[in-house]
């Protein structure tokens, strides 16, 4: 499958079987990640597998009650670093939620290839999710998904145009009521 | 070609070939960034291609002198809406500099597939890339990427190794000088 259709097929997945991931799925998923580019090869990245049901729960309980996350075979928690990011992406901010964006992008795109369902978690507490798993003070959470085989086909959620989101040699606004 | 093998042999591209880029290819590796998710599908992002000889030099100076930007045909340059963005991940942030990661990520894989050459350029003054680009004061430049056909094949710069940076069921250290 080319990559283009692994993009247009990837959705939010709300809802999982219980089946468990293979070993092998779940090396070429991890892989993924790991090989994502970041600032400086920095890699400023940790990713918690969690797959004890009552700490899914909570992590569910945690994300504003998205009790679906639970379902799902296995919870990632994905965690930066921003001490160790690069510490001047533009000269004004550090680098680590891009970094981190990066890896868990390429870990949903391989999922995706693997027939996998996630969905990208940024409606939690990092308050209450770091407590949880032990998080030091000054590891930060990015977002949380879920990962196992989709029990659902959500709809296309469509796209701006392109019209819209390119433009050339100089920034042009489009329309009235956007950037 | 997999996934795995495209994020596999994507490396930063410094030397570039004048060739121009066809249509067809330019066409899809928009549409990679174009359908990249976003926190809410908020796509809180615009991306100004710069093909301008002279333009690129300046964005290339504004880059800390990185002049290798230039000799590409193309130079993207990804801006993000803060304000436009999902405003709570974590509950701490806003979702703009995760947003506009993950087109870029999708944009580079696609480039990728297609045989093109991409290097993050983080290094780079924002103040200065603005003005040149008239971008208004609300928009973030999060990062460039010069794009075309690569005329070099740089070694693999190497990762951390799986067990540094997965953990199972709760945060752990690993060794004594990483998180």
Same mark, same amino acid.
């Given at each position: ?21 293979p070993?092998d799925?779940? =090396? ?7 090989? %994502?580019?970041?600032g +400086?090869?920095?890699? *400023?990245?940790?990713f &918690?597998?969690?797959k ?28 930066g670093?921003p ?6 992406q ?8 891009i ?14 290839? =693997? ?7 940024? %409606?939690f507490?990092e +308050?209450?999710?770091? *407590?949880?798993?032990? &998080?030091?003070?000054?590891v930060?959470?990015l977002?949380?998904?879920?990962l196992?085989?989709p029990?659902?086909e ?6 701006k ?17 956007l950037?």
């Open positions: 499958m080319k990559i283009l259709d692994i993009i247009r097929k990837r959705r939010s997945i709300r809802k999982y079987k219980s089946d468990s991931i070993d799925v779940m =090396d070429r998923v991890m892989e993924a990640a790991r090989l %994502a580019p970041s +400086k090869n920095g890699q *400023p990245w940790k &918690i597998l969690v004890d049901k009552e700490m899914k729960e909570k992590l569910a309980e945690a994300s504003r009650g998205q009790m679906f996350i639970a379902n799902a075979p296995v919870v990632i928690v994905a965690c670093f001490d160790k990011s690069y510490q001047r533009g000269n004004y901010m550090k680098s680590w939620s970094d981190v964006a990066c890896a868990i992008d390429h870990l949903m795109l391989q999922a995706q290839e =693997d027939g996998l369902g996630t969905c990208w978690i940024g %409606a507490e +308050k209450e999710v770091k *407590p949880l798993l032990n &998080i030091p003070e000054d930060k959470v977002a949380l998904t879920p196992g085989y029990d659902e959500p709809h296309d959620r469509g796209r145009p392109t019209n819209e989101i390119f433009c050339y040699e100089k920034y042009e606004s489009f329309g009235s009521s950037n």
